[in-house]
């Protein structure tokens, strides 16, 4: 079953008036082409109940981390047809304007009127400009809704389940003598980020002791380090991670693109907010005092947010158009434009990314993949590979994250613990990474984590992942 509302990997967005449909991707990352985007084995449980929260698998009442926008209601565009063609007869012919249709008859105009739909430009107006950094034109379009902040990102919500008996079960569990690590683990491991944020304030109210304090004085280690990310929640753990990241000799760059890369603009506007909030500092400045020249450039345009929403449709115009734009920066001169690719990028939703992929590949018969390695390097080289790669296919992407953490000599523990609990708040989005983990590596999450983890760390780290513990 796929992911709730999610469009299959290849396949386009909804689109209004079906302009384009996106054929099949091109294979990516050297292996074989992945199956569709959020079909890998998942299969989802039965409703139930569970206070006034969904069930263990069900997509909770928001968006979750990554999770696509609604697919109806006010302002949202019709479904269209998926990938591949349809049985004869099944559904209707190709409307004008889908991808291998022909074009529309022009409407007639009239002398010095603008075309039906087209952006509105008033008198002493400048023309459009569409330099680094800019979306393209038709994101400003109003007819096409924000993509909503990621559950834990928006405004805080009063929900209805009572979190006192979890909250009086944590105390119990750290009370006295000895801690029982099992019923930390147990409570907190599968709670998603409205049900953390109720048991943190009814710790507080009834106990009056900071939930996060007490268990940093009972546990130790990454065991300490998981629990307290999954208190804090999903917010407040990623400004943690980009300020440890940007403190001290060095920068954790993989850090910072965990945190900041592929989000929406809601995600990223709430993190700046709450940077601010939590630590009095911009953090702007704090990236700009710890990247430099074109890398620095590549990530304030991220934190512009000024990238495309997902409902924003694939336009097959505007996409050759990018598929020209990153061919003239890269391959077709000496010497690279390296921020109109970081400005395509980090401007673009995941579905117009999807789309370039697809049709450089057809057109100059090489993978984007490819002519990044080739003409970038270094962080910023990584940082495009990830969004790419992030557009391709997030669930895909997540699980060879996951697998770097563990890959080598040693542990990269900081990065397994933050990509676990990163994943862990959208628990469909988590069963995903899981199926495209073992698709991929030909083997069992659970088990890869336990041969890198041992103890309490390992049971909070399969607890988050599913495993029953």
């Known amino acids: 079953m796929s992911y709730s509302g999610y469009p299959p990997y290849g396949q386009a967005p909804p689109q209004h008036g079906g302009y384009y449909q996106q054929p099949p991707p091109p294979q990516q990352y050297g292996a074989p082409p992945p199956p569709p985007q959020g079909q890998y084995g998942y299969q989802q449980p039965p409703p139930g109940q569970y206070g006034q929260q969904p069930p263990y698998g069900a997509p909770p009442p928001q968006s979750g981390y990554g999770a696509p926008p609604p697919q109806s209601g006010y302002g949202a565009p019709p479904p269209q047809s998926g990938y591949g063609a349809p049985p004869p007869g099944q559904y209707p012919p190709p409307q004008h304007g889908s991808y291998g249709a022909p074009p529309p008859p022009a409407p007639p105009q009239q002398y010095g009127q603008q075309p039906y739909g087209a952006p509105q430009q008033g008198y002493g107006q400048p023309p459009p400009q569409h330099g680094y950094g800019q979306p393209p034109p038709q994101a400003y379009a109003p007819t096409y809704p924000p993509t909503p902040p990621s559950l834990g990102y928006g405004p805080p919500q009063i929900i209805g389940w009572n979190g006192d008996a979890d909250a009086n079960g944590l105390r119990q569990a750290m009370k006295g003598f000895g801690t029982d690590e099992r019923a930390l683990i147990r409570i907190l491991a599968q709670k998603d980020p409205l049900q953390i944020h109720t048991i943190r304030d009814a710790y507080t109210r009834l106990h009056k002791r900071d939930l996060i304090k007490d268990v940093k004085s009972e546990v130790s280690g990454w065991f300490e380090t998981g629990l307290v990310a999954i208190i804090r929640g999903p917010l407040q753990h990623d400004v943690h991670m980009l300020y440890d990241a940007m403190s001290g000799l060095g920068t954790k760059e993989k850090v910072l693109n965990d945190v900041l890369l592929g989000r929406s603009n809601a995600d990223i506007n ?130 060879s994250l996951l697998e770097d953490a563990m890959a080598g000599a040693g542990t990269k523990d900081h990065l397994l613990v933050s990509r676990v609990v990163r994943n862990h708040w959208d628990r469909n989005h988590m069963a995903n990474v899981r199926g495209a983990y073992e698709k991929r590596y030909r083997k069992n999450l659970a088990s890869r984590i336990k041969g890198e983890t041992s103890g309490d760390y390992e049971r909070l780290m399969l607890a988050c992942i599913g495993e029953v513990i």
């Open 270 to 399: 709430a993190i700046k907010s709450e940077y601010l909030r939590t630590f009095r500092r911009r953090l702007e400045d704090d990236v700009r005092g710890d990247l430099s020249m074109k890398t620095e450039r590549h990530f304030m345009i991220v934190l512009g947010a000024t990238r495309a929403e997902d409902s924003v449709p694939v336009v097959k115009s505007e996409i050759d158009r990018d598929v020209t734009e990153v061919y003239n920066a890269t391959e077709a001169k000496l010497g690279t434009d390296e921020m109109k690719v970081c400005s395509i990028f980090s401007t673009r939703n995941d579905n117009q990314i999807r789309a370039i992929a697809y049709e450089y590949q057809q057109r100059y018969a090489r993978s984007l993949e490819d002519v990044i390695r080739k003409e970038f390097s270094g962080h910023m080289e990584d940082a495009l590979l990830y969004q790419l790669r992030q557009g391709l296919d997030k669930y895909m992407h997540q699980a």
